[in-house]
């Protein structure tokens, strides 16, 4: 196992233990916040996440603030309600530069759908913890 994929194990396992199970969009949080850290290289992040404020999809909240320490409590993360769309917009401080990570619609609807049959969770998370990058998310650095 290379040593990206350890952290990605390790992230995955720190996240489920606050957020209290593993699913697919705890995942494509977790995998968020690894985004931003890696952009960022050590910057001082803050964090607006766009998500449905409905389970699992805010599930990804929880992915985001277990990797980055951007929580509610420390204010360095908002959330805002959104009806479809999920992104994460990041402010790397030190770097006076927004990341903006948007999650590929197909990918929620597919599942979505996984999720309305009945798949299990646990195999959808680690699903999405080996898609590409580039299948996952569209990432923008402005």
Same mark, same amino acid.
């Not at 599930?59 to 980055?68: A, F, L």
């Not at 917009?89 to 597919?110: C, P, S, Y």
């Given at each position: 196992?290379?040593?990206?994929?350890?952290?990605?194990?390790?992230?995955?396992?720190?996240?489920?233990?606050?957020?209290?199970?593993?699913?697919?969009?705890?995942?494509?949080?977790?995998?968020?916040?690894?985004?931003? &850290?890696?952009?960022?290289?050590? #910057?001082?992040?803050?964090? /607006?996440?766009?998500?449905? !404020?409905?389970?699992?999809?805010?599930? =990804?909240i929880?992915?985001?603030?277990?990797?980055?320490?951007?929580?509610?409590?420390?204010? &360095?993360l908002?959330?805002?309600? #959104?009806?479809?769309?999920? /992104?994460?917009?990041?402010? !790397?401080?030190?770097?006076?530069?927004? =990341?903006?990570?948007?999650?590929?619609?197909?990918?929620?609807?597919?599942l979505?759908?996984k999720?309305?049959?009945?798949?299990?969770?646990?195999?959808?998370?680690?699903?999405?913890?080996?898609?590409?990058?580039?299948?996952?998310?569209?990432?923008?650095?402005?």
């Amino acid at each position: 196992m290379s040593c990206e994929e350890e952290e990605l194990r390790t992230e995955i396992k720190d996240a489920e233990k606050l957020h209290g199970h593993l699913g697919p969009f705890l995942v494509i949080g977790v995998r968020m916040g690894i985004v931003a &850290k890696k952009i960022g290289k050590g #910057s001082r992040l803050r964090a /607006t996440v766009k998500v449905p !404020l409905l389970t699992p999809f805010s599930c =990804v909240i929880d992915g985001i603030q277990s990797t980055t320490k951007c929580t509610i409590g420390n204010q &360095k993360l908002k959330t805002e309600n #959104s009806p479809k769309d999920m /992104t994460a917009r990041f402010n !790397l401080q030190d770097q006076n530069k927004i =990341v903006a990570i948007r999650v590929n619609l197909l990918t929620v609807e597919e599942l979505t759908n996984k999720i309305s049959e009945h798949a299990s969770m646990e195999e959808l998370a680690w699903k999405v913890a080996k898609m590409p990058e580039s299948q996952l998310f569209t990432i923008k650095t402005q």
